[in-house]
């Protein structure tokens, strides 16, 4: 528990939801219905960003980058369902390779190298382990929370616009990621 003003704003907003995941996970049907469709939607992300962690962890290259666009996928048509919305997986596969794509190149790069680093044995399991749940929170944190903004806004999942997200999806990959790292005291 933070002590100071200080050790309070350095405690960012994706650490806590983090920490606060596990007894969301718990969270009764009475509680949920009194919850707004962003606080919904929020809850879904949270719960999201720690199965795509614990997804990047999986050891086989390319399988844990599946394993992450599963949750994404998931993910997105739980929120699409508190929005009232139509899961289109052709549409938000598109979306999600430019909002992906949008974090430019050398983190998109630093995510297939995380994977396909995991073919050599050992030290490569390892690097592919410290690199990709930190990834996989960011971007499921930043594409959740770009969607929510969208859905919102009282977008669809077929107007979405990644080009004029593409700012705040690299903001909010920033947070997620700092959502996974330890936080120095």
């Known amino acids: 528990m933070p002590t100071t003003l200080t050790e309070e704003k350095k405690k960012t907003a994706p650490t806590a939801a ?24 929020l809850a879904i ?9 614990g997804a ?10 599946a394993g992450i666009t599963a949750v994404q996928f998931k993910m997105l048509k739980d929120m699409g369902e508190v929005y ?5 997986q ?4 598109n979306t999600l390779a430019a909002l992906i ?3 430019g190149l050398p983190t998109a790069a630093l995510s297939v190298l995380g994977s396909v680093v995991k073919f050599v044995p050992i030290a490569g399991t390892w690097a592919g382990a410290l ?3 930190v990834l996989a929170t960011g971007c499921t944190y930043a594409v959740g929370k770009v969607f929510i903004q969208h859905f919102e806004a009282g977008g669809t999942f ?9 700012a705040y999806f690299k903001q909010q990959f920033e947070e997620g990621k700092l959502a996974a790292t330890p936080q120095s005291k």
Request: charged share 25%.
């Open 18 to 41: 983090i920490e606060e995941t596990a007894s969301e996970l718990s969270t009764s049907e009475e509680t949920a219905s009194e919850l707004s469709t962003s606080e919904k939607s």
């Open 45 to 53: 992300v949270k719960r999201h960003m720690v199965i795509a962690g």
């Open 56 to 65: 990047g962890l999986v050891p086989f290259p390319v399988w844990d980058i």
């Open 84 to 88: 009232g919305q139509t899961f289109k």
């Open 90 to 93: 052709s549409a938000v596969k």
């Open 101 to 103: 794509g949008s974090i």
């Open 131 to 133: 690199t990709m749940p």
């Open 158 to 166: 077929l107007n979405l616009d990644p080009e004029k997200t593409k």
